[in-house]
């Protein structure tokens, strides 16, 4: 039996003894390349590359590729089709694309239309890489039989079709930009990513990077192929709505990772070494920055248009050990939604910031770590008093957010702004509500106070709580008895991201699964959450070959995110333990004790509702679940309002009448027998007259709380009536949040029998 790694056992093939005679490899090096080839499946071409360490000469690209052509005609017996020799008529593709095949479907079967045939009958022709592939053929069939069209196929190369694909993308991102912006065509800060940026100066383009590690960009590499590349990356992370890009260099290679729903991950394939420092001076480019300065962190923006809006990108670098490390954020407006009532899904708690926001004067602030989603809200709330006759202003270091009719302020060093003399010019120019980005020293914090005692102030400071905020500003010199005075709320926020609404799993989880989250739900009680169908990059391609691949979130379980919010409204209970400067611990205790949500029940509320798993309450609280629960308040009992507190009370003594009538009656119709039914109507309607209820006024309020077309349990043990009065009930189980109740079954239920009792119903995938 020959071994995989004998060179005795290849018969060389005519190429490669061409390669031999031209002299470009000897023969020990072409049995190296064959075995690998055998080994790995990789192209011929790149291996040869990589054991000669020298280009492959054209005219052998060109044979090689001809004689791979050749080989697939013989193989699938159909015409091969060559792109080199092929003209395209883009228009008619596109309408291909967009009417009959859809791109999707090109990707998952790794086919292409390249024209229609108009003779009788007529025909489309579709380049395939496998044009024997079953699932393939059937999906073209589906879609062509109802036209009583015909198939013409043609078999084409991996690497063709790839190249095939870009360039389609190209051409349609092209046209799409080029219909928008025929207008705009003045504007040279604004250029589609999809498009070879010209708006680099001639010396940087020609600028040749030199370093101590011989990073360098060589000789025979291009401008254009990095420039692609680069658009490429951008492009693909708008599409998947990533938030940032980071590009880490490493030993060998350069790694590409997209932020997507707060999550880092691999979304590129690794960029060569040999190409790395090209990108990152692409990237430095086109934000103005230094190309030749790599030993200091630099910071610049982009605005770049994309499918007919403005982008901006931040982009940030600081050196590595491997080079240089670039961060890019990506500020798209139209990811941003400023609606409050899509920010907060609690009503209670959007009612509250309500109240607060529309407040005159007074402090307010949002707290949060990084990527919290904090900036949004702080917008959020800007916005929503961004209304016909309120003067607003705000100061930023950097304006993430344009907002019309609203006066913005970026510091600028260059221009020796800071922000205590900008916030005292609002102060004399009428201004009602103050923006502050964030509270970066002591004497801002003191302005920032004092401001709020005329003036509704919003802005946001890095906490972990809503309590600690107050610690945190007397610890900047605030005085305490004008900070009592002026604080009127506390925001403290996170984001967890919301699982998919198409592909969730139901299930009822264990004992053990919620010995973490003891202090916020019973553990004797069974309860139905929703696991995400998260995939492996594995298991995304078998679902993909097979088009069960779920179109909401591609395999990840999740999309998009959804905050969870601690909100503090300041009583006066609080307003004199901030005067007296009592501890953290003991003025949240007093907050919660007097209505506020804790982070981690409003959390649980999310999960229970069906808007996040169990999974991302880990991920995102794991901290504080190992806190004891009293340090969180998550065992305070929370008091409820006044007037709902009355209404419980209220229909707790109904029940209790109810009961002792029922009971009464029950034994009325068991002591009359045999008797007729309208007998035992008669006894039923005197006994109702038995001065159980002596109050006349009282028994005619009975009758309008209790309406006979109402369902009545029978049991033998104690009855009682289902309340089914649309009106008031519905109102108290508002008031008393029992919708984020989950329904607790007494029966034991498999997955796939659970009750569907959240908040947020599952979504039937449309494909």
């Known amino acids: ?92 593709v596109e309408e291909l694309i967009e009417t009959l095949i859809p791109l999707e479907l090109c990707r998952r079967y790794k086919l292409f239309p390249l024209k229609k045939r108009n003779h009788q009958p007529p025909s489309i022709v579709v380049a395939l890489v496998n044009p024997k592939d079953p699932e393939a053929l059937n999906a073209l069939k589906q879609i062509f039989r109802p036209k009583q069209l015909k198939l013409a196929r043609k078999v084409i190369t991996q690497q063709d079709y790839n190249q095939l694909l870009e360039q389609y993308l190209t051409q349609r991102h092209f046209h799409e930009t080029t219909q928008i912006h025929v207008a705009e065509e003045d504007l040279e800060t604004l250029v589609d990513i999809t498009d070879i940026f010209e708006d680099v100066s001639p010396g940087l383009r020609n600028t040749k990077l030199k370093s101590e590690d011989d990073l360098s960009l060589p000789e025979d590499v291009q401008q254009g192929p ?121 009503e209670n ?58 006066t913005q302020v970026e510091m600028d060093d260059e221009q020796k702004k800071d922000y205590n003399s900008v916030l005292l010019s609002f102060l004399n120019q009428g201004v009602d509500v103050i923006g502050l980005d964030q509270i970066r020293g002591k004497n801002t914090a003191k302005t920032v106070v004092e401001a709020a005692l005329s003036h509704l102030v919003i802005t946001t400071l890095p906490t972990p ?23 009127i709320g506390v925001i403290n926020q996170r984001l967890v991201r919301r699982v998919c609404p198409v592909c969730r799993l139901s299930y009822q989880p264990t004992a053990s699964q919620l010995e973490k989250f003891h202090s916020l739900v019973s553990l004797d009680k069974k309860i139905s959450c929703y696991k995400a169908n998260v995939l492996s990059s594995v298991e ?85 679940l190992e806190c004891n629960p009293g340090d969180l308040g998550c065992d305070i009992p929370v008091s409820q309002p006044p007037q709902v507190m009355r209404r419980l009370q209220e229909i707790e003594k109904l029940l209790e009448t109810l009961n002792r009538e029922f009971n009464q009656l029950k034994q009325e119709m068991t002591s009359t027998g045999n008797a007729s039914n309208s007998s035992q109507t008669q006894t039923a309607a005197s006994s109702s007259k038995k001065p159980e209820i002596r109050d006349a006024q009282a028994w005619e309020i009975l009758k309008k709380e209790l309406e006979f077309d109402k369902e009545t349990m029978v049991s033998s043990d104690e009855p009682c009536e289902e309340l089914s009065d649309p009106g008031d009930w519905e109102t108290l189980k508002k008031e008393l949040e029992a919708d984020k109740e989950t329904v607790i079954s007494g029966i034991t239920l498999d997955d796939d029998d659970l009750p569907v009792n959240h908040k947020v119903k599952s979504v039937p995938d449309p494909w």
């Open 226 to 346: 990095v420039v692609t590349l680069v658009n490429n990356i951008l492009s693909r992370a708008l599409e998947s709505k990533a938030s940032e890009i980071q590009i880490e260099p490493q030993e060998h290679h350069l790694d590409v990772l997209f932020r997507q729903d707060g999550v880092i991950g691999s979304a590129f394939d690794p960029i060569p070494k040999e190409i790395a420092s090209a990108v990152i001076s692409r990237l430095k480019s086109l934000a103005n920055l230094d190309i030749t300065q790599i030993n200091a962190p630099q910071k610049g923006r982009m605005q770049k248009s994309f499918s007919g809006r403005k982008i901006d990108f931040w982009i940030s670098t600081f050196p590595g050990r491997n080079g240089e490390k670039i961060i890019i954020r990506i500020l798209d407006p139209k990811a941003i939604s400023l609606d409050l009532e899509e920010l907060i899904t609690d």
């Open 349 to 406: 708690t959007k009612q509250l910031i309500k109240n607060l926001v529309n407040r005159s004067s007074g402090l307010f602030l949002i707290t949060g770590p990084e990527s919290s989603g904090i900036s949004t809200t702080f917008y959020t709330l800007l916005a929503q008093r961004n209304q016909l006759g309120v003067n607003l202003a705000t100061v930023e270091n950097s304006i993430e957010v344009s907002l019309s009719g609203v």
């Open 465 to 487: 709580d809503a309590a600690s905020a107050i610690l945190r500003l007397n610890k900047m010199g605030v005085d305490a008895s004008i900070l009592s005075d002026t604080l």
């Open 540 to 624: 995304k391609e078998q679902a993909r070959s097979k088009g069960r691949l779920c179109r909401q979130c591609n395999g990840l379980g999740y999309k998009g995110q959804v905050g969870v919010y601690e909100v503090m409204g300041i009583s006066q209970r609080l307003k004199s333990m901030i005067a007296q400067q009592s501890d953290v611990q003991t003025m949240r205790k007093a907050a919660i004790q007097e209505g506020m949500t804790p982070l981690l029940v409003y959390a649980m509320n999310l999960a229970l509702e069906g808007q996040t798993t169990l999974e991302e309450l880990e991920r995102v609280f794991g901290d504080l």
């Open 1 to 92: 039996m020959s071994s995989l790694n004998d060179p005795s056992s290849f018969t060389l093939p005519p190429f490669a003894n061409k390669l031999i005679q031209s002299g470009y490899i000897n023969l020990p090096q072409i049995q190296q390349a064959l075995i690998e080839k055998k080994k790995t499946g990789r192209s011929l071409l790149e291996i040869l590359q990589e054991v000669t360490g020298k280009p492959l000469p054209p005219e052998f690209v060109r044979q090689h590729k001809k004689d791979h052509l050749f080989n697939l005609k013989i193989l699938y017996g159909i015409d091969v089709f060559d792109p080199e020799t092929y003209s395209f008529e883009w228009k008619q």
